[in-house]
């Protein structure tokens, strides 16, 4: 327990996390991908000259809320708490699988859009109304507030 003279504080990208569609999280995971738009997707890239999709999410969120996410889809699918899909707010990371082996993470960014690296388009906003994604959806996470 704090005593009257000390303050507990946080970061100020940790203290205004908020989980709404236009709440100050989504602002600066958009400030952010105006930062990373249209760069080529590369498998195991982490850096504006190709980035995976998972490289992309560790970029994302360490520039927007100061949050440390592991290297890979694998392990970011088990950070954080499951959220069901209609219950989705922006910053909640989605996963899809896209092959037997393959998995894929965006962040969603709400109206049914979210963020990710594109294999074909490279960083983009793609909308989980498009039956791909849709039909590729598995789960999502929110890593914000949790342990992340």
């Not at 290297?71 to 996963?95: C, H, P």
Request: hydrophobic share 35%; aromatic share 10%.
């Amino acid at each position: 327990m704090l005593s009257p003279s000390q303050e507990f504080s946080l970061t100020p990208a940790r203290a205004s996390l908020e989980h709404q569609e236009s709440g100050p999280l989504r602002a600066r995971i958009l400030d952010e991908y105006q930062k990373w738009k249209g760069t080529h997707y590369v498998w195991g890239g982490s850096t504006h000259h190709g980035v995976d999709c998972s490289a992309l999410m560790q970029h994302l969120f360490s520039d927007a809320a100061d949050l440390s996410l592991p290297r890979t889809t694998g392990e970011q699918i088990n950070r954080g708490v499951q959220v069901a899909e209609y219950r989705l707010k922006a910053g909640d990371l989605i996963f899809f699988q896209t092959g037997p082996n393959r998995r894929h993470v965006g962040v969603y960014i709400g109206d049914h859009q979210f963020i990710h690296a594109s294999t074909s388009q490279g960083v983009t906003v793609s909308t989980l109304a498009n039956n791909y994604w849709h039909s590729h959806f598995i789960t999502a996470r929110r890593v914000t507030g949790t342990d992340a």
